[in-house]
């Protein structure tokens, strides 16, 4: 009988060990490269989607503006009965209402405006449901911890204000801010004085939206397009920052509907993103300024409807009477000169 070979094993071709761990550090180099690309992508995405809710307020102010001849004012005060600290005295009442409250109907959110009672105090019990609702607009999605409903404390801007009897509700807070004035100055009317401003202090509120109630367009002397009316002032930011009187500045501020510093309002007395050349003890720094987590700056709106990026190393002093190019942008009437070049 006729002897047969066995057939020839095939033998199956496979990465060896070392070539395997080639192709994986290959790989691992190649996410490395890519990693970084992808979320600069997806922070320019973030970036640009906050411009464009930066242009939403611009028309809504230009259209507020248009039909009222004025703009928004930045500190509403209440004529709550039940929470003024002077009896029978108009002007008595505590900050209350936004300048985003305001804007409501003009940027299409007309029933969440009319759900609000206009006659009683953005802080009482009856505006709870309004307080929580969350305004997309409002919220840059680079400051992920703005635009969704958590708990905070609201009863600490009533009179005789009690620590123990302030529950956490569920509120809302923002990444947009407008602009104060230069520098920190209170410019309300005084229960004290026949509820009338001091002039000083009047001539001193140079932002657009402040204490005072009738800021036209006209008074924008220094041009609209070199005055700043908005910023953004990440709430994310302050979320979690410690200070002299509370763990968590974000229990405390950043509420939309609450038109006072640190909420809905911030000063030019630092520059842009203050907040990582100081410590969290200086709570101004943290609370009062403009603020974001796009890298190097911030956007803001302009008085002519434009969104400019300004970038944090813009010359700033922190100096009253003096006045950087940053502090210039914050007032409507400084008759400075301003280089287009300069921010």
Request: aromatic share 10%.
């Amino acid at each position: 009988m006729r002897r047969t070979n066995p057939p020839a094993k095939k033998f199956r071709r496979a990465f060896t060990l070392i070539e395997m761990l080639v192709a994986i550090a290959i790989i691992g180099m190649l996410t490395a490269l890519l990693l970084p690309a992808v979320q600069s992508a997806r922070e320019a995405s973030r970036r640009v989607q906050c411009q464009n809710n930066m242009k939403q307020l611009g028309i809504a102010l230009a259209n507020y503006s248009n039909t009222t001849n004025v703009f928004p004012q930045g500190r509403i005060f209440s004529q709550d009965s039940r929470y003024v600290y002077l009896k029978d005295v108009p002007c008595a009442g505590p900050i209350d209402r936004s300048y985003l409250v305001v804007l409501l109907p003009w940027i299409e959110q007309k029933p969440l405006y009319d759900s609000i009672n206009h006659q009683l105090s953005i802080l009482g019990p009856d505006q709870l449901t309004a307080r929580g609702q969350v305004v997309s607009t409002y919220a840059c999605p680079s400051d992920y911890l703005a635009g969704r409903v958590r708990d905070g404390f609201v009863n600490r801007h009533l009179p005789d204000y009690n620590m123990l009897d302030d529950p956490a509700t569920p509120v809302f807070c923002s990444s947009y801010a407008a602009c104060l004035a230069s520098h920190y100055i209170a410019a309300w009317q005084n229960p004290s004085y026949r509820c009338q401003v001091d002039p000083a202090k009047a001539a001193k509120s140079n932002g657009c939206m402040n204490d005072l109630p009738n800021i036209s367009l006209a008074s924008v002397t220094d041009g609209l397009s070199k005055t700043m009316v908005v910023a953004e002032k990440s709430f994310t930011i302050l979320s979690g920052t410690k200070s002299f009187v509370t763990n968590d500045l974000g229990e405390h501020y950043g509420l939309w509907f609450f038109g006072d510093i640190g909420d809905t309002l911030y000063v030019a007395d630092g520059p842009p993103n203050m907040y990582k050349t100081v410590g969290s003890w200086n709570a101004p720094a943290w609370v009062w300024t403009a603020s974001s987590l796009h890298p190097g700056g911030v956007n803001v709106l302009m008085g002519d409807g434009s969104v400019r990026f300004i970038k944090e190393t813009i010359d700033s002093t922190e100096n009253e009477g003096k006045s950087g190019v940053w502090q210039k942008l914050a007032t409507r009437n400084g008759g400075e000169v301003i280089d287009p070049g300069a921010y």
